[in-house]
């Protein structure tokens, strides 16, 4: 009843905040409706608690799991505690088990200790978290059997012995880094970074550099059936490895040396050459131009966009010869090894696409199971090398919304990066139309919003230290994939600010311009406008359209029509405005952005199923 659940929830407050009794100023108080209370997100129409969401609140007291797992509503009802960010400490929490709709549980940067509960095992909804930034300590409890965990981070704690065996493929963040691991990394964990294992200093296989000994992994398999058996044998096998990686280090350094001397002659006899041949280049230069134009005048099949936009493309004669015998560094999909930036010459291909920095080509590559989509971007100020190590790094960050390159190609005038083509389009033809008049409902928009804002929020994240944003987010650039969800396509290759964005003084290069723009977006949703027509700024006739209170006024008449819920289209538009605001600092993250429109798609989800319920008539 009402009541319980307030109390259990007074109490849970009360030894959050070190026995605080609490006031009211919290708006937390046994008289008013907890639904409505600072950090509670119920489901729609009914007052069952979904979300707690006391993220950085200064909270010094204890979490006792008990307060709210052993109150049975609230049990069958919580799906996502959110903790983070505090000095929470808290050594049992063995009732957390008990809460067993739990899909979310965050509790980074607070002061937990002591073991992990055996029953985290039990929370068999578990989808997410994130325990990392504690103390941590001992064995993480066996989560294998929990197929839908997509995040398991852990990183910076004293957690010790062998790395759980989780379904490494279905994770989407795994980060154990920074803790007292032992012994080979499982199978699958291969899919990740070094960065997500390093500074475990037992641990090893791959991704990390060292190698497992057999006896290490030996007696790994006899460790991983019984925790308690000693770790002498691993460390002899340490000291075996240790002295044949000294003899192994010492052949590599006289190789070193050697290949440095033949480098040196060869140099030095370059040179020399050098000077004689200069005048003979120049003769060949001349011809290498003519050889090459007509290599691309043969293929009948060549766009004369593609075929121009290539030839008059800054890629010196030297450049073109150089790649056209050399393959193109390829990032993700074994299918295009193989590629040479002369198949992509040779290549029938359509123009999609001519913007100020550059031009998108169709390519029809029929050795390949895809058509291939080659983006050219000229002029873009960085550095080949630059250009390489954020590939490499881009490279290493996957989220199934986000369409990675497959490939790419530098030279000192412009870069191409190769994609997989995408057949179903963009959502800024979704949105506006192509001729089919295919309807885009309220629930699918939704879904849209959640799903890119939850991709966008994961690149974040991983993205952070690097200080790579998306740079150039819009509608064009979500594409439908084969399952037709929305992906995000050209993450990172920041290209300075679009005009319109310049004109309204927005630096899209940071992560703070990602969330304006994704907030631009939303709004291209709800109203089915442009987010810039003529010179006028869709956000800011929005923003002004609200103040005169002309909100209904302002969303897609298909969307009205069809009877989607006002209440939520008008909290999807106030999520919008608040990544809109003018000033960057009190823009939302998106990760803030991610849970606010996945409560929103919760509450969508509920209230679809009670009308069904009750038109089944079933209810009530
Ligand atoms: N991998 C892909 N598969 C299918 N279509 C794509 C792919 N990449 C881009 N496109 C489409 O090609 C068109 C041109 O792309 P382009 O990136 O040049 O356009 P833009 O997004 O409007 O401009 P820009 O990104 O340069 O600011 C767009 O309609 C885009 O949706």
Redesign the pocket.
């Known amino acids: 009843d009402e009541t319980d659940v307030r109390v259990a929830l007074l109490k849970f407050y009360e030894k959050l905040s070190n026995n605080f009794i609490a006031d009211g100023s919290f708006g937390w108080n046994l008289t008013s409706d907890h639904c409505r209370w600072d950090g509670i997100i119920c489901y729609a129409n009914l007052s069952s608690v979904m979300v707690i969401s006391l993220s950085n609140r200064s909270f010094s007291g204890v979490f006792d799991p008990s307060t709210l797992c052993d109150e049975e509503s609230l049990s069958t009802s919580i799906k996502r505690i959110f903790l983070n960010d505090n000095a929470i400490t808290g050594e049992n929490l063995d009732e957390i088990g008990n809460c067993n709709q739990l899909e979310h549980l965050y509790i980074r940067g607070n002061q937990f200790s002591g073991y992990l509960p055996s029953s985290l095992a039990k929370l068999k909804n578990l989808k997410r978290i994130d325990i990392s930034e504690n103390k941590f300590l001992g064995d993480v409890p066996d989560l294998a059997h929990i197929s839908g965990l997509e995040e398991f981070s852990a990183q910076l704690n004293q957690l010790s012995g062998f790395l759980p065996s989780l379904h490494f493929l279905n994770l989407m963040f795994f980060n154990v880094s920074f803790n007292n691991f032992t012994g080979p990394i499982p199978s699958g964990g291969e899919h990740f970074p070094a960065s997500s294992f390093m500074r475990n200093p037992h641990l090893c296989g791959d991704p990390l550099p060292n190698y497992c000994s057999a006896v290490s992994s030996e007696s790994s398999s006899v460790l991983s059936q019984s925790s308690s058996v000693s770790l002498e044998s691993s460390s002899d096998a340490d000291e075996t490895n240790k002295s044949k990686k000294s003899k192994d280090q010492i052949f590599m350094y006289a190789g070193y040396v050697l290949i440095g001397l033949v480098l040196l002659v060869v140099i030095t006899l370059w040179v020399c050459r050098k000077e004689k041949k200069s005048k003979a280049n120049d003769e060949k230069t001349v011809k290498k131009v003519v050889a090459i134009d007509d290599s691309i005048s043969k293929s009948e099949y060549m766009a004369v966009d593609m075929k121009s936009g290539f030839s008059k493309s800054g890629i010196s004669a030297d450049d073109s010869m150089l790649v056209s015998s050399s393959l193109l560094p390829v990032l993700t999909s074994p299918e295009v090894n193989g590629l040479k930036f002369e198949d992509l010459l040779k290549a029938p291909a359509e123009l999609?696409?001519?913007?100020k920095?550059?031009?998108?080509y169709?390519v029809i590559y029929e050795d390949l199971k895809m058509n291939l989509?080659v983006?050219r971007i000229k002029d873009w100020n960085i550095s080949g090398n630059e250009f390489k190590q954020r590939m490499k790094k881009l490279n290493q960050v996957k989220h199934p919304n986000v369409?990675p390159p497959i490939a790419f190609y530098s030279a000192s005038q412009e870069k191409l990066l190769v994609?997989?083509?995408?057949e179903h389009?963009?959502l800024?033809r979704l949105i506006h139309g192509n001729g089919t008049g295919e309807p885009f409902d309220w629930s699918s928009r939704l879904y849209v919003a959640g799903m890119v804002a939850e991709a966008l929020a994961f690149m974040h994240k991983e993205l952070h230290g690097d200080s790579i944003a998306h740079g150039?987010l819009?509608s064009?650039?979500i594409?439908l994939n084969k399952n037709l969800e929305p992906c995000i396509?050209?993450y990172g290759l920041m290209v300075g600010e679009?005009d319109h964005y310049q004109s309204l003084k927005v630096n899209r290069t940071n992560f703070k311009g990602d969330v304006y723009a994704f907030g631009a977006m939303v709004l291209e949703l709800l109203t089915g406008k442009m987010v810039m027509t003529e010179g006028v700024d869709l956000a800011t006739w929005v923003v002004s359209a609200v103040k005169e209170e002309w909100t209904v006024e302002v969303f897609d008449r298909n969307l009205i029509r069809e009877g989607a819920s006002e209440e939520r289209m008008v909290s999807l538009l106030q999520i919008a405005i608040k990544c809109v605001n003018r000033s960057p600092e009190t823009r939302p993250s998106m990760d803030q952005v991610a849970l606010m429109i996945n409560a929103l798609k919760e509450e969508e989800d509920k209230s679809m199923y009670l009308s069904e319920v009750s038109y089944d008539g079933y209810s009530r």
């Open positions: 999609l696409g001519r913007g920095y550059g031009s998108v169709k989509v983006k369409l994609y997989e083509y995408q389009g963009s800024f150039n819009k064009s650039n594409l396509s050209e679009s």
